[in-house]
């Protein structure tokens, strides 16, 4: 990526600067110097004293660390793959089996495993396990069949992983920081081991996919979302922080159940909770750094937008819920208008829901018209939208609606029946967002086939048991004609002798590509552009073959290359509008070759 002139005369000035201090920040981290400071300091410090999870970051030399405590660090342990020379320098010679095994020949005995596997939650406790013992092998086995992986350790199995978490929980990964925690929550992130965290996923359980209220057991689904950033964009892991925030939960099954892992409390709300919220911000920032990544995921409806609105001017934050899905929905309707031949400005959208997901789209679609020379209020015009009580509609008694759905709120009579509303509008795109599984019936989507050529139907819900739609039925209610996407994977589709492979809107195909542009650029605060952007760079690259297949995205081994253009655009964007750090830009862009070249050594 060619740099402008002026950007790398900041570039320049910027690391005079840092090779100024470079002393000062190497003296620093040496163990020496913290073992200077007291007895105390001397014997953590010591060489003798030290175990293996001491190894953080890049801050501590592999060298440091002899012995059975190399093979028990996940970051350091090579499986059978360490050489003759390296067992005796390492100390580790005769504590592992005679046999030399390459990171290939390894691979290839994961493949094995994990397909002698036939629920897919064993295989999902399979690949934990690899990552607890060997994290280069699980990343480089991860990004290499990410296509046969990525329905494992993301939808729709992390959504069963979570509601199991209390049984399958093993070992520590990521930070809980409870609501008894508040006044102290700066200390607990300092317990975290890692001092240059540059991107955190946070959740605090109360909406998990489409299972709802998880608690604490919504950690999976941030250590998930953490590991595709690292398999997808190449940043290294320890760079990447998962955290649960513990507010309790409003589920009682899950207060039941001997087996739950979180406070057993109802959830805390109103001020305490946003106070809450703010203390934890603010120590993010006071032990990260002000450009420090923060993905809000997950969190129940009445809280995503106003958290978005609340932070996104004062940190570097962005909801995944409303803005990653925004985008992946986007690029498959920008895809989409190379086969209905249409400009997104001629659809009439309809959608199945009007939560965090649909708002989030639908703000983007208006975003996109925009772009494209439509005024805004003609633009939300074009969006009609349905929530539990019916149509979106101005007559709607005061306080049901909040501030956003009312931009998309008709001043039409009340309707409450999906069918009728769908005959009444005749949308050319409906989109599903509801968590209702089935509520695309038959009768919905021969409608749509009667009213549009090739109808553009997205069911969106995960997991899989919550799509409004499947595919075989998408397809066989429209002869064939349904252009299709899902948010949880479907099988391949045969009718009429032609086979469909229906493309899933993932958002993966967004947030790892949007983070590592962020990164790289030191971004401070994330705009909707970027997310435009991503949506734009996604659809350019589904091919025309993919468009034959029957599928709006490209493969998802595609998908790496996928992050690496959007992370370029991504940091265009920031050059443009002033809002990167030079310096960052400057180490990022060198770093991640070097953390592509991590995956596969």
């Not at 997104?344 to 703000?363: L, R, S």
């Not at 679609?365 to 209020?377: D, F, L, T």
């Not at 074009?382 to 759905?405: A, F, P, V, Y």
Request: aromatic residues 10%; proline residues 4%.
């Amino acid at each position: 990526m060619k740099l402008p002139e002026r950007l790398l005369a900041k570039i320049v000035k910027d690391s005079e600067s840092l090779h100024g201090n470079l002393s000062k920040i190497c003296a620093a981290s040496r163990p020496a110097a913290a073992a200077a400071a007291s007895p105390v300091a001397r014997q953590i410090t010591s060489t003798d004293s030290r175990h293996f999870h001491d190894v953080v970051g890049d801050v501590v030399c592999p060298s440091g660390v002899r012995g059975i405590d190399h093979l028990r660090d996940p970051r350091l342990n090579k499986g059978l793959a360490f050489t003759l020379e390296e067992r005796q320098t390492l100390g580790i010679h005769g504590l592992q089996p005679a046999r030399f095994k390459t990171q290939e020949e390894q691979l290839e005995l994961c493949k094995i495993a994990v397909s002698r596997y036939t629920e897919p939650l064993n295989k999902y406790l399979y690949l934990v396990d690899l990552q607890d013992r060997n994290e280069r092998l699980f990343y480089r086995f991860l990004a290499e069949n990410i296509e046969h992986l990525m329905p494992i350790v993301y939808t729709p199995t992390v959504g069963l992983a979570c509601q199991r978490f209390g049984l399958i929980y093993r070992r520590p990964r990521g930070l809980f920081i409870s609501f008894n925690d508040r006044g102290y929550v700066f200390d607990v992130i300092k317990n975290w081991p890692e001092s240059d965290v540059r991107a955190i996923c946070v959740t605090d359980g109360e909406r998990i996919l489409g299972l709802g209220d998880l608690g604490a057991n919504g950690m999976g689904i941030c250590v998930g979302k953490l590991a595709l950033y690292t398999a997808l964009a190449g940043i290294k892991p320890h760079r990447c922080l998962p955290i649960l925030l513990d507010v309790g939960t409003n589920n009682i099954d899950l207060l039941e159940d001997p087996l739950y892992v979180g406070l057993r409390q109802k959830r805390i709300v109103g001020k305490e909770y946003d106070d809450f919220l703010d203390e934890f911000m603010q120590a993010i920032v006071k032990r990260y750094g002000q450009n420090t990544l923060i993905q809000f995921e997950d969190f129940g409806n009445h809280n995503a937008f106003r958290f978005l609105d609340r932070y996104r001017d004062s940190y570097c934050t962005f909801n995944d819920d409303i803005q990653g899905t925004a985008s992946v929905a986007l690029a498959g309707i920008y895809a989409s208008t190379r086969i209905t031949g249409k400009s997104i400005t001629d659809y009439t959208f309809m959608f199945a829901g009007a939560g965090e997901a649909a708002i989030g789209i639908a703000d983007l679609i208006v975003n996109a018209m925009v772009a494209e020379g439509v005024p805004k209020e003609e633009a939300r015009q074009k969006i009609w939208m349905t929530d539990i009580n019916g149509l979106l509609t101005t007559t709607r008694q005061e306080g049901s609606l909040s501030d956003h759905q009312k931009n998309y709120a008709k001043e039409v009579a009340p309707m409450k029946n999906l069918q009728e509303i769908v005959e009444k509008v005749k949308p050319n795109v409906l989109i599903g967002a509801s968590a209702a599984a089935g509520i695309f019936t038959p009768e919905i989507l021969r409608l749509m086939a009667t009213n549009n050529e090739r109808p553009v139907v997205f069911a969106l819900s995960n997991p899989t048991h919550k799509a409004e739609c499947t595919a075989e039925q998408a397809y066989t209610n429209t002869e064939g004609r349904v252009i299709f996407s899902s948010g949880s994977p479907f099988p391949p589709v045969e009718y009429n002798g032609k086979t469909y492979n229906p493309g899933q809107g993932n958002n993966a195909y967004i947030f790892p590509g949007v983070a590592l542009g962020v990164i790289t650029t030191g971004t401070h605060h994330i705009s909707d552009d970027m997310f435009l952007i991503a949506a734009r760079e996604l659809a350019n690259f589904v091919d025309q073959s993919d468009l034959d297949r029957g599928s709006l995205y490209p493969s998802l081994n595609a998908v790496r290359e996928v992050s690496m253009r959007i992370a370029e655009s991504v940091t265009k964007c920031a050059y443009d509008k002033g809002a990167f750090s030079g310096i960052y830009m400057y180490l990022y862009c060198f770093c991640i070759d070097v953390n592509m070249f991590y995956l596969f050594n």
